[in-house]
């Protein structure tokens, strides 16, 4: 049956709809409508019962069937190329005609920068600490934020402190799941509260790789990490690939531990696309704008477009 939760997000966000309308047709009384979508009433199961199959007529199912992919970036480093990903694979998947929102779970707050939001008022700590709705900041069309900043990383106690907290993501994207194609959430460095509720919310997990010497070290813990989320809280979560970044196929070093991946994590997927080294994505996130309207044609723009395409494949 349906729930009093989902009819409010159903009517907050499917366009064209009139509310007088739909209690004229479902014949519940004037008004109950707005009330409860301010929370003044809750819609009764009488209401409910009537209103399902008008709203059925209005895109009901196929709006809760359409349920965005989630996936998490990790990697328990930092600098090995998350933020990168998530910004630029969320654009890509943009240009390719998807609606993609990206969650900025870092109190670095990287990526919420990159796209221009400085010291946002609502964030997604508000979300998962205060029970607030995942505050939305559209950056352009289809691609939306939700952003972070140093304000979560000084409530990470309460976090801990709270009971099931690493569930809370998870329920505050769940509302979110029917009005997008694709959720990339960004992590942290660290195999923290934050990576564990993204892996939680997750249908998958990407996990970047800079080739460098101690490229594998520390996998085999995110990768066991993952396998204990995987086991014990989201048996739908799976690995999604092995993302190769800040590659240089000139360094016979690059090359020899790319091999060392292969063999190390077969039989994990590791994506055919590799980023390669490219300066314009780091002016890019500099300029607060993604690579592709930065410079459509560098190497960056092209590699994020090609993994775009492995991942959609
Ligand atoms: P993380 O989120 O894992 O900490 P970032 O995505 O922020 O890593 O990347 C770290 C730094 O490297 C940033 O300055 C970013 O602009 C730069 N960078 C990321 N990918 C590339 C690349 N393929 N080529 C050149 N610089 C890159
Ligand atoms: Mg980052």
Redesign the pocket.
Known sequence: MITNAQVLTFLTNKDGLTLSKVEKEAQIPKGMLSKSLSGERELNQDHLTKLYPVLVGYGWKEFFQSKAKVIA?V?H???????????NLGKALVLSGHKVLVIDI?S?G??SQ?LGVDNPDKQVLHAIIDDEPLPIYPISENFDLSPSDLSLASREIEMIRMVLSELQLQRAIESKLSQYDYILI?CP?ALNVFTTSALIAANSCLV?LQPEIAALKGVKGLFDHIFQVQKRLNTNLHIEGVLL???DQRLNIHRDIIEQVHQQLNPFRVFKTQ????????????SQIDIFEYDSNSN?AK?YMNLAKEIMA
Do not use: C, F, H, Y
């Open positions: 970036i990697n480093k930092g600098g090995v190329g998350k933020t990168t990903t998530t910004l870092d670095q990287n990526l990159a960004d460095p970047t970044t800040m590659v980023i390669r080294m490219n300066v314009a994505l780091k002016e890019s996130q500099i960056g590699d």
